[in-house]
T-cell receptor
Framework: GAGVSQTPSNKVTEKGKYVELRCDPI?????LYWYRQSLGQGPEFLIY????????DSGLPNDRFFAVRPEGSVSTLKIQRTERGDSAVYLC??????????FGPGTRLTVL | AQSVTQLGSHVSVSEGALVLLRCNYS??????LFWYVQYPNQGLQLLLK??????LVKGINGFEAEFKKSETSFHLTKPSAHMSDAAEYFC????????????FGKGNQVVVIP
């Protein structure tokens, strides 16, 4: 079956611009996670959804970052007023309740 | 808060030699422990995990890891390295009683020398 997909695979933007990153989880998975992986580092937790609601957003670095999952399936990570320090690979994972997390290939964001 | 320490960002191993990647964790509650592998241009793939029960855990591709509570460790081993094992490996911990969010180490880039 289809795994977790993320679009776009690469995104280049200019400092100050707004970007949206999309995640399509595995069908039927109720839990969805966003992580950010900077160069030379392991992934860092950003936000966790259980169904439509953000159950834990304590990893979001500041109020420029926001994520939604309006119908409990697809999720969008939104970054306002991008900064060069936002450049990283953004990973999405989904799981059934508290089961194994399956990761997507990531979106590489470059802020010039 | 939970955290993971992986020392030595780059690890070189000869083909056929033992692979040993060290992972130490910090957790105030019983942990769930994981090893993930990331091949170039691919997503993270679960190698193995420890939740409860047997402390020696076997995973895919001949890897195994042992949970040692007294040492707060979860080291990954493979008896004989293969060229296809060249990848980045991440150890991760989650809170067994929480929301399953993962805290990752910095990773080990494994290079296999023919």
């Amino acid at each position: 079956g289809a795994g977790v997909s993320q679009t776009p695979s690469n995104k280049v933007t200019e400092k100050g611009k707004y970007v949206e990153l999309r995640c399509d989880p595995i069908s039927g998975h109720t839990a969805l996670y966003w992580y950010r992986q900077s160069l030379g580092q392991g992934p860092e937790f950003l936000i966790y959804f259980q169904g439509t609601g953000a159950a834990d957003d304590s990893g979001l670095p500041n109020d420029r970052f926001f994520a939604v999952r309006p119908e409990g399936s697809v999720s969008t990570l939104k970054i306002q007023r991008t900064e060069r320090g936002d450049s990283a690979v953004y990973l999405c994972a989904s799981s059934s309740d508290r089961g194994e997390q399956f990761f997507g290939p990531g979106t590489r964001l470059t802020v010039l | 808060a939970q955290s993971v320490t992986q020392l030595g960002s780059h690890v070189s191993v000869s083909e056929g030699a033992l692979v040993l990647l060290r992972c130490n964790y910090s957790s105030s509650v019983p942990p769930y422990l994981f090893w993930y592998v990331q091949y170039p241009n691919q997503g993270l793939q679960l190698l193995l995990k420890y939740t409860t029960g047997a402390t020696l855990v076997k995973g895919i591709n001949g890897f195994e890891a042992e949970f040692k509570k007294s040492e707060t460790s979860f080291h990954l081993t493979k008896p004989s390295a293969h060229m296809s094992d060249a990848a980045e490996y991440f150890c991760a911990v989650s809170d067994a009683s929480g929301n399953n969010r993962l805290a990752f180490g910095k990773g080990n880039q494994v290079v296999v020398i023919p």
